[in-house]
């Protein structure tokens, strides 16, 4: 088992839709969780980051944890194409040597007009 | 700043050759990373480094090595090329102090390669 899922998509949604995004990870000790933004042939950017459970909004975005399920998701709403991209998860544990990170597959999402 | 620059874009190789992917970063970060990234396969850790003169491996280092002389530089070598090592390569760089967002990873703009 992969210690994080993540759907690979792609996904395809008409401008104006709400999107989720979703992983599912099995590591109990990871405490900090962030979704990257991936455009095509670009480096990742960091677009959102939360530590431990909750809910965290930033504009047309919210990153959801749920430690309990071990599950979290990214809400985009009112999509934009400007918004197509891949979606990478990443995680890591509080105590980690090197900030190393552990991804998701990443979701190809496109936003038509 | 810069940030986090690679060269080169775009490399061609054959089976056998070696060649280095060069990495600078200008934030005086203490962490840097190299990733590759197959399609559908999300980032695999390569090497890492968490300061001058210190790397350990990550993922999937085989057929690979690093060097970290600099607290700005931190090549990746790759020795008798293989269709394998055909992806692309991220580098990233992270401030790496205790905590929070100062673990934020910032990345290159990437490496294509091919092995044929």
């Known amino acids: 088992q992969k210690e994080v899922e993540q759907d690979p998509g792609p996904l395809s949604v008409p401008e104006g839709a709400i999107v989720s995004l979703n992983c599912t990870y099995s590591?109990?000790?990871?405490?900090?969780f962030m979704w990257y933004r991936q455009y095509s042939r670009k480096g990742p950017e960091l677009l959102m980051y939360t530590y431990s459970s909750g809910n965290k909004e930033d504009g047309r975005f919210t990153a959801q944890v749920d430690k309990s399920s071990k599950y979290i998701s990214l809400f985009i709403r009112d999509s934009q194409p400007s918004d197509s991209a891949t979606y990478l998860c990443a995680m890591r544990a509080f105590m980690n040597q090197g900030g190393k990170l552990i991804f998701g597959q990443g979701t190809e999402l496109s936003v038509k007009p | 700043n810069a940030g986090v620059t690679q060269t080169p874009k775009f490399r061609i190789l054959k089976i056998g050759q070696s060649m280095t992917l060069q990495c600078t970063q200008d934030?005086?970060?203490?962490?840097m990373y190299w990733y590759r990234q197959d399609p559908g396969m999300g980032l695999k850790l390569i090497y890492y480094?968490?300061?001058?003169?210190?790397?350990d491996k990550g993922e999937v280092p085989n057929g690979y090595n690093v060097s970290r002389s600099t607290t700005e530089d931190f090549p990746l070598r790759l020795e008798l090329a293989a269709p394998s090592q055909t992806s692309v390569y991220f580098c990233?760089?992270?401030?790496?102090?205790?905590?929070?967002?100062?673990?934020?990873?910032?990345f290159g703009p990437g490496t294509r390669l091919t092995v044929t």
């Open positions: 590591n109990s000790a990871f405490q900090y």
């Open positions: 480094s968490v300061g001058a003169g210190i790397t």
């Open positions: 934030m005086n970060h203490n962490y």
């Open positions: 990233a760089s992270s401030e790496g102090l205790a905590g929070g967002l100062s673990y934020e990873q910032y």
